[in-house]
């Protein structure tokens, strides 16, 4: 056979390079077909052969080795193959060569903890027996010899490690072991730092104070990566003083001077570990999980610490402490710092913000992943190994609080745990316990390679063959393809997400519907626990809601039963957990048994995760869903969801009143169609698909659609059978006014209208006046009335003809003529600014191309007056001295505020009113197309028209997620976490975001207003 194929059969990548080593004089003399067997047995070939080069050119003793027995060379070979990091280590600390003799146990055997700790002493001249020892080495000297022994101690668990016939089975045993190494180093860290802080200060001082570092994280847990940040937090104490008198604890030293010292020897500990040496540094010493993080001492008292978790710390702290362990220094001071800490640990779960603060470190996990690196991640990405921590440390702070049996640490100790305790099914814990350790092999031989923290699946094909041939046992013939690997780790990850679901879920649908699960059910009480800890306020609510949609032999109760872990785990990502689990039970017995129902949840994973997130986050639109619960199916086809055209509106609603003679029947059927379209553009916005301009337009569209099918009504009732009635005496007009002449308005608005009408020629006025009024007296009960059947959850749209003439003291509906003349002799400057937003909606077209040219001079004036000016200027001080509610908030008010829509909206109006008679585009009834103008016409600045907009379009957002969510109209900025934390979902924001919202929004504001002062008052 050509060396090639040898090469290729052996699992080489770069052939030419490896013949070239293969040609090394180092390698004159050894056998080249036994050479070429023992390198196959590596995990890279090529990594294995140029490190043996290497090391025979500084060591050719080693020469001995290859000319001993298989069994002799195996660990060399499987060394070199794996860490390239550790072959550089024998080059440069030659006289640890003897590792590679270590003489391998069929099966591994863990190195006890002591041994570990002791030779790390002894590499410092410590005596590891002394109750505080003190390091016979200081400076670089000692630091250098205790990271030799570190990796020496570390080569020698790689061999065992890598040599391993299991190493999926032998993986936590491996953890443990790092994670008692470094304990170990961390202790003789602390004997040589209190033989340097004997420098400055007094010996005896140093003995008096007792310091405990508390491993934290994997180290805490003991289950550590190869290469990882080690965290600690340091609590100290005082020696009890020896004396006949009883003497408190430290009798003789201050807790200042205690601090003191011990912040000299943690940090000491520190820099004798990662300083720099002639020998690299081992680790960063992480204490950034101490109380206060960065900015807190970094060490307290015992009591310090007791004092800070009682009454400061936040819930994810309580999180990270599930791991610590008192890993050097003074262990029974850090036993007692456990055992004081467990209560309140244990107890987090009924913390308030317990469940958004997990829910916050998993996304703030997720988010802070950079793009590039998201679909390489092994530790942090979706399916990784933080999924399975996450959800194995809350289900131990849920049940744990009561059943210590799952009070471990370690991950797959509490796996295992969990499902003895029946908090887990077996067939579960199996599954998510060899997933962990698979993603846990990932990462450590990832990590081997270079000894350097790394969690990211490598880029290259090279690197992935040798991965792949790494996790595997070592006796294993097969050397898999890079693909088999991805492959496999890409089921790993999906069913590492599905376990979630089934572990977290599943057990509460068994309890609930009483059925005999082969795996876990859970007690009333543990899934009562359950559900409150994964944000369910009224967990016995919602027991009783899942026993009612999963109870019973019903295909309906079957399929529930199948989607519910995941539907739970979608509700419980919302606001409010509890109402989405309502809506869904309501929506459900709503729909019944209906195929389409069941298969869309089914089938679109897409369409039901947008629905529980509907329900979970909007009142208003759970009631619609309830009463027109069809509308189900739009949430699987974005097609039905885009908002109708108002003449497609039109259309329909002419149709559909054809059909029926009787007004009643013919209002509900217009308002019918109004709460339907209300309830599709609500979807719609909901899932992203319209942007608020949109929003407003749509609204508006059924507003006028429903005003026009009410004027047909209501003119047939007057005038009668447009077939076989005489000419009517006269035209009547429907004007909409404010946001609803912008098309600007939200959910629930009113609509501000002019009731305009226009007698026929030779029509008796007094006749034609009673028609008007009758029609828009008609109109308005039209649109309020009661209908039989009633119009659920409609929220009926209320006409407002405050705007007219006169205001309220004037007549409801005027002529033309009557309009032309007022305007002409009487009409004030807030009237000429009102009919800025006038916009025809209903009625005869010819009489509304009249209204438009009767009030155009009137609202686009040549020029305005000074003196008008001045008075549009005291209007809008007068409007928020008065109109604002007692005892608002002037910087929450979204409407009248500070910044608001009220700001924006005056100040667009005012340039209207100055110049839109010579710039043709600011004829418009639309405030951001007038605002847009004005920049366009340099009449504003366009950042400061970006400020604007920006303010206008949130505090119209705002308003809108307010009735979204609470099925009430509000003005004001919500001061309820949960409500503004909906309003910020509805807004865009990420969860979690409600404090992001409300700061971003009085900071545009306060901007907003800045802008509007300067352009209102002062130009």
């Known amino acids: 056979m050509s060396l090639t194929r040898q090469l290729i059969s052996g699992g080489f990548a770069d052939l030419e390079k490896s013949a070239r080593f293969l040609d090394a004089p180092e390698l004159a003399t050894v056998d080249r077909e ?31 080795l290859l000319d001993g027995p298989p069994s002799a060379t195996f660990p060399l070979f499987r060394l070199l193959g794996a860490s390239e990091a550790l072959a550089e280590f024998l080059m440069r600390r030659p006289e640890h060569l003897d590792v590679l003799s270590t003489r391998l146990a069929p099966e591994p055997e863990a190195v006890p903890a002591a041994r570990l700790r002791a030779a790390l002493m002894a590499a410092v001249d410590a005596d590891p027996e002394a109750p505080t020892p003190v390091a016979g080495r200081t400076g670089p000297d000692a630091w250098v010899a205790l990271r030799v022994a570190y990796r020496r101690l570390l080569t020698d668990l790689v061999i065992r490690d890598v040599c391993a016939l299991d190493p999926l089975a032998w993986l936590p045993a491996v953890g443990a072991e790092l994670a008692d190494l470094a304990a170990a180093a961390l202790d003789a860290a602390l004997a040589v730092s209190r033989a340097e802080a004997a420098t400055t200060h007094d010996p005896d001082d140093i003995a008096a104070v007792r310091l405990c570092i508390i491993a934290m994280g994997k180290c805490g ?3 550590l990566n190869y290469v990882s940040d080690v965290d600690v937090i340091h609590v100290i104490d005082t020696v009890q003083q020896p004396d006949t008198v009883q003497q408190p604890a430290g009798a003789g030293l201050s807790d200042e001077t205690a601090v003191t010292i011990g912040t000299a ?15 690299p540094a081992l680790w960063e010493v992480d204490a950034n999980l101490r109380p206060e993080g960065r900015e807190g001492p970094l060490v307290r008292t015992l009591a310090s610490h007791v004092a800070y978790y009682q009454r400061w710390a936040q819930n994810w702290e309580f999180q990270a402490l599930l791991k610590a362990r008192p890993a050097a220094g003074d262990l029974e001071l850090g036993e007692r710092y456990r055992a004081a800490l467990a209560p309140l640990v244990w107890a987090s779960s009924e913390r308030a913000g317990f469940v958004e603060s997990v829910q916050a470190m998993r996304r703030r996990v997720s988010e802070n992943i950079p793009a590039r690196d998201r679909e390489r991640q092994i530790k942090l990405g979706a399916g990784g190994l933080r999924d399975v921590e996450f959800s194995v440390q809350l289900l131990q702070l849920v049940h744990g609080k009561v059943d210590e049996s799952v009070r471990v640490s370690t991950t797959t100790a509490a796996i295992d745990a969990l499902a003895a305790a029946g908090y887990i099914g077996r067939a579960d814990a199996r599954e998510m316990g060899h997933h962990y350790r698979f993603l846990r092999l990932l990462e450590h031989r990832i990590q081997l390679v270079r000894l350097r923290r790394t969690h990211l699946m490598p880029e290259s094909s090279h690197a992935r063959r040798a991965l792949a041939k790494a996790v595997l046992a070592p006796d ?12 496999e780790w890409a089921r790993v990850k999906r069913d590492v997400r599905a376990l979630h679901e089934r572990i977290f879920y599943r057990p509460l649908l068994n309890t609930a519907a009483h059925l005999s699960a082969d795996d876990v059910r859970l007690s009333p009480e543990a899934a009562q626990a359950r559900l409150a800890a994964l944000g369910y306020g009224d967990p016995r609510g919602a027991m009783r809601h899942i026993e009612a949609l999963t109870a019973g032999v019903s295909r309906r109760a079957a399929l529930q039963r199948q989607l519910l872990p995941v539907l739970l785990g979608w509700l419980a990502d919302g606001v409010d957990p509890d109402a989405g689990l309502l809506g869904f039970r309501r929506v459900s017995e709503a729909l019944g048994t209906s195929p389409w129902y069941l298969g869309l949840l089914r089938d679109s994973s897409s369409a039901a995760e947008r629905l529980c997130h509907v329900l979970s986050s909007s009142r208003l639109i759970t009631d619609l869903l309830e009463v027109e619960p069809e509308a189900v199916a739009w949430f699987g086809n974005e097609d039905e969801l885009r908002p109708v055209p108002f003449a497609a509106q039109w259309a329909e609603i002419r149709s559909k009143m054809s059909r029926h003679a009787s007004a009643d029947a013919q209002i509900r059927l217009v308002r019918l169609t109004r709460r339907r379209e209300i309830l599709r553009t609500a979807i719609c916005d909901a899932g992203g698909l319209l942007d608020q301009a949109a929003v407003g337009r749509a609204l508006a569209d059924a507003d006028r659609a429903a005003v026009l099918g ?23 007009l429907i004007v909409g006014m404010g946001r609803q002449g912008g098309r600007e308005i939200g959910y629930g608005s009113d609509m501000d209208v002019l009731y305009v009408h226009d007698p026929r020629p030779g029509a008796d006025p007094a006749e034609a006046r009673k028609a008007a009024e009758t029609i828009v007296a008609r109109l308005g009960v039209l649109l309020q009335q009661r209908c039989t059947p009633p119009v659920l959850a409609e929220r009926p749209l209320t006409l407002d003809a405050a705007l007219r003439p006169e205001g309220r003291q004037g007549p409801l509906v005027r002529t033309l003529s009557s309009y032309r003349e007022y305007y002409q002799r009487w009409a004030d ?17 010819g009489l509304a191309d009249r209204f438009i040219e009767l009030i155009d001079p009137v609202r686009y004036p040549a020029r305005l007056d000074p003196a008008a ?24 008010h979204v409407k009248l505020g500070r910044g608001g829509l009220s700001d924006v909206e005056w100040l667009v109006q005012l340039l209207q009113l100055q110049h839109a008679g010579a710039v043709p585009a600011l004829r418009t009834t639309s405030t951001l197309d007038a605002l847009h103008a004005a920049v366009d016409a340099d009449l504003l600045p366009a950042e400061d028209a970006e400020v604007l907009e920006e303010s ?20 004001v900025l919500p001061s309820d976490r949960r409500a503004l934390e909906a309003v910020a979902r509805w807004c865009g924001y990420p969860a979690g975001s409600a404090a992001r919202l409300e700061e971003d929004y009085l900071r545009l504001t306060r901007r907003a207003r800045a802008i509007f002062e300067r352009h209102f008052y002062e130009t």
């Open 952 to 971: 206008w379009l949130l505090a119209s957002r705002v308003r809108c997620g307010t009735i979204i969510w609470s099925g009430r109209a509000s003005d």
């Open 710 to 732: 009410a004027l047909h009504i209501a003119e047939r009732e007057v005038f009668g059978d447009p077939r076989d009635r005489p000419e009517p005496p006269t035209d009547v």
């Open 476 to 487: 294993e013939p097969v050397r898999p393809a890079p693909e088999a690997l991805m492959a």
């Open 869 to 892: 000016v001045r008075e549009v200027r005291r209007i809008k001080a007068r409007v928020e001295a008065e109109r604002l509610p007692r005892g608002a908030d002037p910087s929450r």
């Open 265 to 279: 020897l943690a940090a000491g500990v520190a820099r004798v570990i990662s300083a720099s040496a002639p020998e």
């Open 829 to 845: 400057t807030w009237e000429a600014q009102a009919l800025l937003r006038a916009r025809p909606l209903a009625g005869d077209d």
């Open 34 to 64: 036994r050479l070429l067997s023992d390198l196959a047995q590596a995990a890279d070939p090529d990594l294995a052969l140029q490190s043996l080069v290497r090391l025979l050119a500084l060591q050719p003793q080693l020469r001995t």
């Open 221 to 223: 847990a003991r289950e």
